[in-house]
């Protein structure tokens, strides 16, 4: 699944194109992707403008000029795909060409400056939705959602208090959307290789105060995803854009039966299961 990184790499992609721009015309390609698309959803997308395009764990959210918001998912394999016209003028007007939609463009958004937002999901897994924007909040799929990890409200002595008498894996705890939003496997992985803790800890077994370092741990790891998605960005009005997964090096995930980087450390990165999950750590290094 794309995790918060992604999602917030593809919301800046998006942002040029959407924020601010009139939608002059919506598709919907077909009735559902993981679930139905609410009713007359082109008709209610066709001529809203975009207020903000932001991001809630790992749900892109755009506000609507209409006082709705349009909730998209990526789901495992959904992509954005931003094209720019082939446009021509003719008799002072700019006709926009763009090629017949492909097999999976399910949902596709033309934008009043001509380009073209597609919504590519082979495998419908990915969601949209569209609710009230005042009560967007209380979405199924957003109100049980713990603070964003980047944000204020996720600090020390909030996970500390999370994490106590909790007597599942710490990894466990981390991937609880309810304590957290938007933390996923890999990035969950990374953290606790840099705070040095065994993905199998009980969370009640992590002091206070080592429970205090995982904040400033995973806000890293999150800002060093964020910065190698931007560079991996392509400036959509200098060529077609593809947002979805970039490359990132990682210093455990993937990495079974590699070397640890740590300097000194002679152990190779083991690989276990957690609630089906594949968690990757040094077996020396975290404890």
């Not at 795909?81 to 763009?98: D, F, K, Q, V």
Request: one cysteine or more; proline letters at 7%.
């Amino acid at each position: 699944m794309p995790e918060l990184p992604e999602v917030e790499t593809v919301r800046r992609g998006l942002l040029p194109a959407m924020e601010g721009r009139r939608i002059t015309r919506a598709q919907v390609n077909r009735p559902d992707l993981r679930w139905p698309f609410p009713p007359r959803m082109a008709d209610r997308l066709t001529g809203a403008r975009i207020l903000s395009l932001r991001r809630r764990s790992k749900y892109i959210l755009a506000d609507l000029s209409t006082d709705e918001t349009l909730l998209i998912h990526l789901g495992m394999s959904g992509r954005m795909l931003i094209s720019s016209p082939a446009g021509r003028e003719t008799l002072g007007e700019w006709h926009h060409h763009h090629p017949a939609p492909a097999k999976h463009d399910h949902v596709i958004l033309d934008m009043e400056d001509g380009t073209r937002i597609t919504f590519n999901d082979a495998r419908r897994f990915g969601a949209m939705d569209l609710m009230p924007t005042a009560t967007a909040e209380a979405h199924p799929l957003l109100a049980q959602l713990g603070p964003e990890p980047l944000g204020n409200a996720f600090d020390e002595p909030y996970l500390a208090a999370r994490l106590k008498g909790r007597n599942t894996p710490i990894k466990s705890a981390l991937l609880d959307q309810h304590i957290v939003a938007g933390l996923g496997n890999i990035y969950v992985c990374e953290t606790l290789y840099r705070a040095r803790i065994h993905p199998a800890r009980k969370a009640a077994r992590i002091s206070a105060a080592r429970a205090a370092t995982l904040v400033p741990l995973i806000r890293d790891v999150l800002a060093e995803a964020i910065t190698a998605g931007g560079s991996s960005l392509r400036d959509y009005r200098q060529a077609d854009g593809e947002l979805g997964y970039f490359q990132h090096s990682f210093q455990v995930y993937g990495r079974e039966g590699e070397p640890c980087v740590t300097p000194g450390c002679t152990a190779t990165i083991r690989r276990i299961v957690q609630s089906g999950r594949s968690s990757f750590f040094c077996p020396t290094c975290q404890r």
